[in-house]
């Protein structure tokens, strides 16, 4: 594996797991796409370091099992800013 990947593969667990990122962050953050930090975390980071990739992955467990609570919090926060301009939108 290419030095600069891997270097980058570290650099975004380490940042996951410090910050409590969701992958959409991370991506976001490091300029890369969602399907490049999953793959980093999921296939390249176990074959470096094992350890950060079992913590990352604990990480990013919690964030799936949050995700639909998000989900509702932003579509509640779309309709109540739609209630209060006076605008119903759908």
Known sequence: ????I????????HYIVENGTTV?????VFRVSKSTVHKDVTERLPAID????????????VNKAERHIRGGMATKEKYL????????KY
């Not at 959409?24 to 976001?28: C, I, L, M, V």
């Not at 094992?50 to 467990?61: K, M, Y």
């Not at 800013?81 to 119903?88: L, Q, R």
Request: glycine share 6%; proline share 0%; charged share 45%.
């Open 1 to 4: 594996m290419r030095e600069d």
């Open 81 to 88: 800013h739609e209630k209060e301009d006076g605008v119903a």
């Open 24 to 28: 959409r962050q991370t991506a976001s």
């Open 6 to 13: 891997e270097k980058r593969a570290l650099e975004i667990g």
């Open 50 to 61: 094992h350890a950060l990739a079992d913590e990352v992955r604990r990480v990013l467990n």
